[in-house]
């Protein structure tokens, strides 16, 4: 009996892997066409066609288009969060410059390497927020939180330049998600089809020298 057991276990685990292959395969494919698209512009047979699936078979495993988005912005804030997560483990110990370096290159690369999620991501936002808003809230809220608080408490010990915490995090967000969001401008603007990676270092160095001369100002 025990040996039936197994190999039914076994099998019920094989089942989930496959299932979560294919939600993953779905959701790669669901991020670029809601990036190209956004949410109301994006069919469920257009993300299914690219993911080598007929509209009902991609729908048993998401049964509607929301669900679908829903998981993709998880994902896209799972992988997010965990990239910026240096300000949120950092120390008394640690110097604000390499804590600040590290979290400045994170969001370059993820500008780098998930422009899509990115793009899904602020689309989302500036629409409002209207379909993710409390996921918004509940996660990415406190974190910012927090990395104010860091930052604060850099200033109050005179490790950092007397700044507006609050504003000085909207910058960088800003300065390093452009790279992603507003690519195809950048790279028109300096007469490419795409940003380089050598376009990504000379923003790293560009930004790390504008934010960096908060904590040797401090100094």
């Known amino acids: 009996m025990a040996g039936k057991n197994e190999v039914r276990t076994g099998a019920a685990s094989r089942r989930m892997q ?3 292959r294919v939600e993953a395969d779905i959701a790669a494919v669901a991020v670029r066409v809601f990036a190209e698209c956004g949410y109301e512009g994006t069919s469920v047979a257009a993300i299914a066609e690219g993911a ?22 998880d994902g896209v804030l799972d992988d997010w969060l965990e990239r910026m997560s240096s300000l949120a483990r950092t120390s008394d110990e640690d110097a604000p410059a ?3 370096r590290a979290y400045v290159q994170a ?13 899904v991501y602020a689309m989302e936002v500036i629409g409002g927020a209207q379909l993710y808003g409390e996921q918004i809230r509940e996660r990415v ?3 910012l939180k927090r990395d104010i608080e860091v930052f604060e ?11 507006n915490a609050t504003h000085l995090l909207f910058a960088i967000w800003a300065m390093t998600q452009s790279y992603a969001d507003f690519a195809p401008q950048m790279a028109l603007v300096l007469g490419r089809r795409q940003l380089l990676k050598k376009d990504y270092d000379e923003a790293e160095e560009t930004i790390l020298a504008l934010v960096l001369a908060t904590t040797r100002a401090a100094g």
């Open 18 to 20: 496959n299932r979560d």
């Open 52 to 73: 080598g699936l007929s509209k009902q078979n991609l729908m048993y495993y998401f049964p509607t288009k929301l669900e679908l988005y829903r998981r993709v912005l």
């Open 107 to 119: 969001k370059l690369r993820f500008s780098r390497e998930q422009p899509y999620a990115s793009r």
């Open 141 to 143: 809220v406190p974190v």
């Open 98 to 100: 390499d804590v600040l």
């Open 153 to 163: 408490r850099w200033i109050a010990t005179g490790r950092m330049a007397p700044v």
